[in-house]
């Protein structure tokens, strides 16, 4: 009988990179001191992902999606729904979501600062969700989450509704808050209430105390919302239903919880996790080790700091992100090593020389103390080229951990 | 952000091949002297491709369909419309085309010569032209233009046309012309259009001046047209309606400018350009710099040569066009080597030991100064197997190329 391991994905983000003149030709990868990931390469089994396609550079959103296993053509719901399930909301099927963030307008509808000053304490943004959050327009509920700064997560929530509808955000301040217009008549009714409610949330943000507050203290009021990556909740099968799976996101970004959500992973929370390099990298293996103990069947581990230092074209703190994750996978392999198949890799690749996710693809590792091993020796996009998994596509991903890992049942007799 | 580039494919017809005894069994590629293939290939991403998919052996048309990120399945139209395109016709969505022969019937429509002694001068072509061209039968309108020897290209033009018709060409001299029959209920019109027009054009061809100077002069009268390769052109998406960018062709055949105008392409004249040994590679190399340095985001460069000499079973000759071809691959470079993304391929074997199209993949070089090499040190069909772009297909070429060169756009956010 085949054991029944945890699977384990861990997606260092923007993770893929090109040859850095400074590093003398080496990618971050190559660089970084990673005695864990290489002695997981040598001991595993390596290749070259390509996370959409050959030449498509993905989004994180949609590549998420491919490396759990769907294919965004038919699942990608755009951004919102996402934004909204990792903000806390509870988006469900046939829900129209969107980000959202606090503006300020005079009475005229004119923006004069598309971020209403930028920072929020808590408090604030719980006064503004109070007058928001369900919110009745027609047969339609709105639902409505502050996440952090200027920013939230709205749903609309109610029959027929549809995301394809034009932008309510001018762009520019100076400019009237534009109406919301249906792209087809199916979207006529979402285009007729989000045009309602935008003028109803004004008429009760402009009055708050906290509004007065802020404008004693010189800050701009929040007197509306702009909305931005509408997107409908689509009716995807969850991994339970796939797989059979018991399933859990550890990370810190609330996109990524929330597409993990999407289809269906729980959310474990860990003290100090955040989308920075300042997460806790120790507490995230402690909680990874305790879910592997507790019989989670898989778990996707995200560390957002690879991006975030490739956004900034700072291979130096990419390269500490790198080792970073490294060592945290030595804590969980010193512990677990016998009971998980494991996964390494990235969403898509954002080189330090660019700033920007590019097409290249990324380097795998997969890796199972059982696992039949390939002739390569390091992690990196170098050696993984030469690795025993060739090419492969992000959507087969998670197909393999799982088939590794015995939840996949045999297909025939 | 990523920087655009020109993305350039550059295509030796049959340039795939299998190893020569007269060679110590290395192919003509390895055996050829080709310095700057070499260094691309060092410098770049190597891979075997599988054009069509493994196992098929490409046509000519289908294979640059699919280098063209078309899938041939459902965009190929037959031969006809792409040599009609490529021999300056308009043929246009829902138009049928042919190749055409000028041939020799006798009063009962018995064919004397196929080919109708398959010489004829440019005069002679246009006295045909003038009356087949823009003759009408019933709603159907007939295009024809003469290309070289005794062939030429027909349109026609007119409502609910069919490509599902039987030949009309008897295949053999002696044999009368065959009446063109319908193979569906929807092709029934199309194939009494053709019996119709086959007639007339047979009538106004007889009498004709130029075929009493072909008689005195000893050769047979042209006096009807053989038609074969008949296609609907289809209707398919532009590369400017599919990735928003301008694009071009320099070949010198026919089937090739034909095939890229299907798509979209614009045909950049090259002065001496042909489809042979003889073409004038110097000047393909400066209109590619040229169309790169006027802005084009994509071109696809064609030589026949290399194909010509594999049909001809001449190592000799076809190790000297790819050296002529690596030469001018190195004038490209020395002038725009940092804006470019190039990839280089064949649309399909022609081993000269078979003097045929085969199923084996050929090499795939895909090089641009940022890009992430691999270890493999020399372009050839042996040393591409061990590159990181391992087994590809054919219809993936164009995304890499333009994903690269920053021509597609982010998939999700």
Same mark, same amino acid.
Request: aromatic share 6%; hydrophobic share 35%.
């Given at each position: ?161 549809? &995301? ?10 100076? +400019? $009237? *808050? =534009?109406?919301? %217009?249906?792209?087809? @008549? ?118 957002? &700091? ?10 130096? +703190? $990419? *390269? =500490?992100?790198? %080792?970073?994750?490294? @060592? ?86």
């Amino acid at each position: 009988m085949t054991e029944k391991r945890a699977a384990i994905l861990l997606v260092m983000d923007g993770g893929g990179d090109r040859g850095v003149k400074d590093l003398d030709g080496q990618t971050p990868f190559q660089a970084a001191h990673t005695p864990n990931l290489d002695s997981l390469a040598k001991s595993g089994q390596n290749g070259l992902l390509d996370v959409i396609g050959p030449g498509i550079t993905p989004g994180s959103d949609t590549a998420h999606l491919a490396l759990f296993g769907y294919d965004p053509a038919s699942t990608y719901p755009g951004r919102g729904p996402l934004e909204a399930l990792g903000a806390g909301l509870d988006s469900r099927p046939g829900d129209v979501a969107f980000r959202s963030n606090f503006a300020t307008v005079n009475d005229d509808m004119v923006v004069l600062d598309r971020r209403a000053g930028r920072d929020f304490t808590e408090e604030e943004g719980k006064a503004f969700k109070e007058v928001i959050d369900k919110l009745t327009i027609e047969d339609v509920t709105v639902h409505f989450t502050h996440t952090v700064e200027h920013r939230g997560a709205l749903i609309l929530r109610g029959p027929n509704l549809s &995301a394809d509808i034009t932008d309510i955000d001018p762009h520019e301040t100076g +400019e $009237k *808050i =534009l109406t919301c %217009e249906a792209e087809n @008549e199916e979207a006529e009714k979402t285009a007729r209430i989000i045009n309602k409610m935008i003028e109803e949330v004004h008429n009760r943000m402009k009055g708050l105390k906290v509004n007065q507050e802020r404008e004693e203290r010189g800050l701009p009021p929040a007197n509306v919302l702009l909305l931005r990556g509408p997107g409908k909740h689509q009716n995807v099968s969850t991994l339970q239903n796939r797989f059979g799976i018991r399933s859990a996101v550890i990370a810190g970004g609330a996109l990524y919880i929330g597409t993990a959500k999407y289809v269906g992973m729980e959310h474990l929370p860990v003290d100090g996790q955040t989308g920075t390099i300042e997460t806790n990298f120790t507490n995230i293996a402690k909680k990874t080790i305790e879910a592997v103990e507790t019989g989670f069947d898989y778990l996707f581990l995200h560390i957002k &700091a690879t991006d975030n230092a490739s956004h900034d074209m700072n291979y130096e +703190e $990419k *390269i =500490l992100a790198i %080792e970073k994750t490294d @060592e945290m996978i030595g804590r969980i392999l010193e512990r677990v090593s016998d009971k998980i198949v494991i996964g390494i890799t990235g969403d898509h690749t954002t080189p330090v020389t660019v700033g920007d996710h590019t097409c290249d693809p990324v380097p795998l590792t997969i890796w199972a103390d059982f696992i039949r091993s390939d002739d390569v020796e390091h992690f990196s996009e170098f050696h993984a080229a030469n690795g025993s998994l060739h090419g492969i596509r992000g959507k087969d991903v998670m197909n393999l951990l799982l088939g590794y890992a015995g939840h996949i049942e045999k297909y025939g007799a």
